[in-house]
């Protein structure tokens, strides 16, 4: 086993990235070692190497959509586990003693910086080292270049369309038909939601339905919303794009919810707010066991993302396609380093 991994980074604010080699850590008790065989690129790799949320050291290595193999255990944890396929999501540790840790819910840890994947590396490279309980095997039938992007975005809406579903309350609008809402589309249909699909594009109609949507909004479409006035029960917020928050609260019923699991500009009228008595929420990844209930899902309903493939070494070809819009709708890397 090599003493140094090999990864690229990002080594200013907003930088290409280049090859970059680095000492291969020592593994605490109760880590593991994962050699990388595939890893999703996520928009939020993308805003991190922009440093938009102001939160990144650099040289700074990408990368929290990890599938690969356990090549190496920390004391604490059997030898059997070498070999063993796993997923890593965006989160690879947590402090273990803060209010939020102690309740279980790791993901809203106060040491969040620290807690990602890319900490200090990601896995934009041939291996990473994460905390056990943030190792999930992986259904032998879920491949690894679908289980890649579930372990982040399809983690992210899992978790907020399943906290909020009741049989009362079934209809849901999903804003933004792209990484996230198709896959959100998919595991809304599985879960018994009535599901729209509700997108500036109408060439998106046809793939919207074949994911699980019963009906389409085509908002490029003037008085698109009328039909669906005081209709839905919730709608799932997954485009970052600009959106039309007076039309989208006039679709809510009384009492409805609005669910932000993507970072939009939000510009709310409070009238509606109050007098209908709406709720505006955010749900942020996911706990371990969530994680867990969501891979076992994936694979029983079959939910598949759409995914480009290319290999690691053409990183930055593929951010570019992601900056252009052009992927369809998440690209997953493949290890092709020695």
């Known amino acids: 086993m090599s003493d140094y991994v090999k990864g690229f980074a990002a080594l200013s604010k907003g930088a290409e990235l280049t090859t970059f080699t680095y000492e291969r850590l020592p593994l605490k008790e109760n880590e593991l070692r994962i050699d990388i065989s595939h890893c999703g690129l996520c928009g939020s790799d993308i805003h991190a190497i922009e440093d938009e949320y102001s939160a990144f050291d650099f040289p700074f290595v990408p990368g929290h959509e990890v599938v690969g193999f356990v090549s190496e255990v920390g004391s604490d944890i059997p030898a059997s586990r070498i070999g063993e396929r796993v997923g890593v999501g965006w989160q690879a540790r947590s402090c273990g003693h803060c209010e939020w840790c102690l309740k279980g819910e790791v993901q809203l840890c106060l040491d969040v910086v620290d807690n990602g994947t890319w900490t200090p590396y990601g896995g934009f490279s041939n291996s990473i080292v994460a905390q056990n309980e943030f190792v999930y095997p992986l259904p032998e039938d879920l491949p690894s270049e679908h289980a890649a992007v579930l372990l982040c975005a399809g ?76 209709y839905f029960d919730m709608l799932l917020i997954t485009s970052q794009g600009n959106l039309d928050w007076d039309d989208l609260q006039g679709i809510l019923k009384r009492r409805g919810k609005i669910i932000l699991v993507a970072f939009p500009q939000v510009e709310l009228d409070p009238v509606d707010l109050v007098v209908h008595e709406l709720s505006i929420l955010g749900t942020f990844v996911g706990t371990p066991e969530e994680m867990r209930r969501m891979l076992a899902f994936a694979a029983e309903h079959k939910i598949k993302p759409m995914v480009e493939m290319m290999p690691l070494s053409q990183i930055n070809e593929a951010i570019a396609r992601v900056r252009q819009n052009k992927a369809r709708y998440r690209i997953v890397l493949v290890n092709d380093f020695n």
């Not at 049989?167 to 009535?194: C, K, N, W």
């Not at 109408?202 to 909004?217: D, V």
């Open 155 to 230: 983690l992210t809406v899992f978790t907020a369309l399943s906290r909020y579903y009741s049989p009362d309350t079934p209809r849901i609008g999903i804003v933004g038909i792209g990484g996230l809402g198709h896959l959100a589309l998919q595991f809304a249909s599985a879960m018994g939601y009535e599901v729209t699909a509700i997108s500036t594009s109408s060439k998106k109609r046809e793939e919207a339905l074949s994911f699980g949507a019963n009906s389409f909004i085509d908002t490029s479409e003037s008085g698109a919303y009328r039909p669906f006035d005081d």
